[in-house]
């Protein structure tokens, strides 16, 4: 089958668009230190029932310790790691800065899978992936219409603590999409892509149970779990996210490089675009449509034959 690679990578890029709506409703609710500690907790379910239902087990013993390694790691350094990195950077950066400096994972992982698993570009994907890139930005960076009055017209002051956060957040998601690929590669082929993220989900999840434990957050838990909506928003986010989604990406890099993938799995922002139209009744300007059609340009450079 021609760019399933690729089919998988945008299917990934709509499962996230959606969860990421999901995750915003019930976050406004509970806040997002509950959110993000009990989408792990809902992936780690479903992960155990798919695997007893296919194998009568409910973690994979059946991998080697080599890969149990590596995917454990990628989970702590993608999942935990990464994500924490990321949402003190929005804090102190703001969306649009923190958001660009993350998606700049595409071409890390493409330098990171170059040097460690011999992976190799041509011309056209590199240039691709500075297309693509560049039409992301032109969406992230796109100015509020509102004047500087207004909230949405501040400057977020970038600070060197900011930007830290921000390259710990873009390090974070390309090494662990970079340690994932290695992880499931084995002499007897590709392991299972949904398993592995079973792996990755059950060290991370580990780590925010310790991190949670240390700085005294579990009240955050207690309290949201008495808000149903919030637990449906979050169960539902669960599914398209940490476990479908992120079980596709890890299958699209069976097909793809790890630049490849991770610039695809970058157009999140272009893609939120019709539900910041249709659902939040945002305004969206020429601009960030221009920045789209960009970013599409790059895809279609990044599978040129």
Known sequence: ???????FAIATVLCW????????????????TAVNIFRLLVALILFSVLLAIREGALV???????????LGLSGVVGFFIGDIFLFKALVELGPRLATLLHSLAAPAAAVIGWLFLS?????????????????????????SPQGGGGKAGRVTK???????????????????????????????????????????AIAAFA??????TVTGRWGYVGRALKNTRALAYTTAGACLGPFLGVSLALLSLHYLNTGVASTI?????????PFAIFIH????SVRAVTGALVAVFGIYLLVYP
């Open 60 to 70: 994979p013993l059946h991998f080697p310790l080599q890969a149990w390694l590596l």
């Open 158 to 200: 970038v600070t060197v603590k900011g930007l830290l956060f921000g390259l710990g957040a873009m390090l974070g998601q390309a090494g662990g999409l970079v340690l994932s690929k290695a992880g499931m590669q084995t002499e007897s082929g590709y392991l299972d892509a949904f398993s592995a993220t079973q792996i990755r």
């Open 17 to 32: 668009t959606v969860s990421v709506q999901f995750f915003g409703a019930a976050s406004k609710r509970v806040g997002s």
């Open 119 to 143: 992976e190799s570009y041509g011309l056209w994907q590199w240039l691709g992936i500075g297309v693509t890139l560049s039409g992301v930005a032109m969406v992230i960076l796109e100015r």
């Open 1 to 7: 089958m021609p760019f399933i690679g690729e089919t």
């Open 265 to 273: 799995l970058s157009l999140v922002p272009i893609t939120i675009i």
């Open 207 to 212: 780590c925010f149970v310790v991190f949670f």
């Open 281 to 284: 009744k945002e305004h969206v």
